[in-house]
């Protein structure tokens, strides 16, 4: 590291140790202080525009600079100024002998943290003040410096002016590396995709982004990977994996179904023979399916982010037409995201409203017949979306779907006597009471018989397991809680009816005499012809 320069290139992935894996770091290199020298392991390099490129070994390289720049802290501090200047000359800083320059030994290709991480290699305080970036890296940086800076001053206590000796001649010339370089630097990023450093294995998201910025041409990078951090960042409360289910979504439209753990492959693998399957018709009409280059995967990213952004939060402003943003609201009041790429697609097409409603339906009607998670549901409704994209309409791509419609009768018949869970029992009775497919949220469900109700008259535990969660037994009322003395059917009329939402069906309910499982099973017959009504 003494003779180098190192740039961390924007394909790699941000700093990620915590705690646990600095400590351990630490810890290694503690122990081997006194054994007289430390294998800190191998990393890869390219070399370009005279810098060392990290292609693996970032981790290690910008935490070892970490403890280089407590340990010049701490010289400084101690008034050992000829110790504290050799640590700078080796670890931190270079000289240009040209202009007598001083410059970082460690460099990061974002601005932002680059910004962060030399703030902290100048002055400890800075470490307090460092500029926030958006990916959370600045923060990562600072508390790892402050767990070395910490942990190295009580090492040092015992007798600063010794310790600082030892530490430095450790760092210096005893502590070793295996270094590979890359011969060619087009390739590097297949290395990184195998190679690994010690803590967290590489993401999905990880290796999506190093192969599409290796893919860029050099001078192009910084614009990609600014363009790679503002797409990602959208997703960055929800986790990398959200990201990545969106990338996949996207790709499903001129891909079809793509399992996750395929969708790297079909990137970065599959595309080498890409060249010979540009998109053409084919034999039977149809586009040929081949993965997207680098900068048409870019430029789709862009495209659909707005609308599918309104999928994840209706509330959001976008391109979306307020009916299909009734229909994505309803869509996560059920909690379906599988269905995202056929909604892009068909906002595509002639009457989009009419194709999101179909799709609506079918969902619910599958919902509460059946699993509309299941594998193969998933795979045809992604071969949907992309029929729909091929064909420019969403008439026929739903017409192949036809058959996961239930009929009537057994949606009926699977609302009288099935368990949902309470979003879709919430989300069913709302579309009752209201008479529409996409509700509003208004009011709380309410079970007729709580699960705590021991003195209820009628309807014992034994029927209320399998009655309990039934359509026929839940009631819209306009307070969330349970009024006391409502857990008996008597204190239902008297305490919770009166708060029934608004076009509940009370008059139902007042004319019950005792409410029992026969009752629930009436209830939700009348109640599932009513959704009958509104969903077929």
């Known amino acids: 590291m003494s003779s180098s320069t190192f740039e961390v290139p924007p394909y790699q992935r941000e700093y990620a140790w ?49 403890l280089a720049a407590a340990l010049y802290h701490e010289a400084v501090r101690a008034g050992r100024k000829a110790l504290a200047d050799r640590v700078q000359a080796d670890f931190l800083r270079s000289i240009d002998y040209s202009t007598d320059e001083t410059n970082p030994r460690v460099i990061l290709s974002d601005r932002r943290d680059n910004a962060a991480l030399q703030a902290l290699l100048i002055s400890p305080e800075t470490g307090q003040d460092l500029p926030v970036a958006l ?76 192969f599409v910025l290796s893919q860029t041409a050099i001078h192009a990078r910084d614009e990609r990977y600014e363009q790679w951090k503002k797409i990602s960042n959208q997703f960055r409360s929800a ?92 869509l996560s009041e059920l909690s379906v995201i599988s269905v995202r790429p056929l909604l892009l697609a068909i906002s595509r097409t002639d009457e989009p409203e009419a194709g999101m409603q179909a799709v ?44 996961l419609n239930p009929p009537p009768s057994e949606f009926v018949e699977q609302l009288r006597k099935r368990s949902l869970n309470k979003g879709t029992l919430t989300f069913v009775r709302r579309s009752v009471v209201q008479r529409t497919t996409t509700p509003e949220a208004r009011g709380t469900l309410h079970l007729v018989r709580p699960r705590q109700a021991a003195e209820w008259s009628g309807f014992p535990e034994t029927d209320f397991s399998y009655w309990g969660s039934t359509l026929g037994n839940t009631f819209l009322a306009s307070v969330e809680r349970r009024p006391k003395g409502a857990g008996t059917w008597d ?32 209830f939700g017959t009348r109640l599932g012809e009513s959704a009958r009504e509104i969903w077929f």
Do not use: C
């Open 18 to 66: 915590n705690e646990e894996e600095v400590g351990e770091f630490w810890s290694d290199l503690q122990g081997a202080l006194d054994e007289g020298s430390y294998f800190l392991g191998l990393i890869i390099l390219t070399e370009e525009d005279e810098r060392k490129h990290v292609v693996d070994g970032q981790q290690r390289i910008l935490t070892m600079t970490l």
């Open 360 to 403: 609506l339906r079918l969902v619910l009607r599958r919902i509460v017949v059946g699993n509309l998670g299941t594998g193969n549901v998933e795979r045809r409704l992604g071969e949907a979306a992309r029929k729909v994209v091929q064909d420019g309409s969403w008439v026929g791509a739903l017409d192949e779907l036809a058959d």
């Open 239 to 330: 986790g990398s994996g959200a990201f990545v289910q969106y990338i996949r979504h996207v790709v499903t439209l001129t891909a079809g179904h793509i399992a996750p753990r395929d969708l790297f492959d079909y990137l970065a693998e599959r595309r080498k023979s890409s060249d010979s399957m540009r998109r053409s018709p084919s034999a039977t009409g149809e586009l040929q399916r081949r993965a997207p280059s680098p900068d048409e995967l870019m430029g789709s990213l862009e495209r659909e982010l707005p609308l599918y952004l309104q999928m994840i939060d209706p509330t959001l402003d976008g391109p979306g037409d307020p009916s299909w943003v009734q229909v994505f609201s309803a």
């Open 135 to 210: 990916d959370g890296i600045s923060d990562k940086l600072s508390l790892a410096y402050e767990y070395i800076a910490k942990k190295l001053r009580e090492d040092l206590s015992p007798d600063p002016f010794r310790r600082l000796g030892i530490w430095a001649d450790f760092l210096t010339n005893q502590v070793h590396l295996a270094v590979f370089v890359h011969p060619d630097r087009a390739s590097a990023y297949r290395v990184f995709e195998v190679v690994n450093t010690r803590g967290r294995e590489l993401t999905t998201a990880d290796l999506l982004k190093n």
């Open 491 to 522: 204190g239902f009329k008297q305490n919770l009816l009166p708060l029934a939402l608004e076009n509940e069906h009370v008059e139902l309910f007042q004319d019950v005499i005792e409410w029992n499982s026969r009752v629930v099973e009436e």
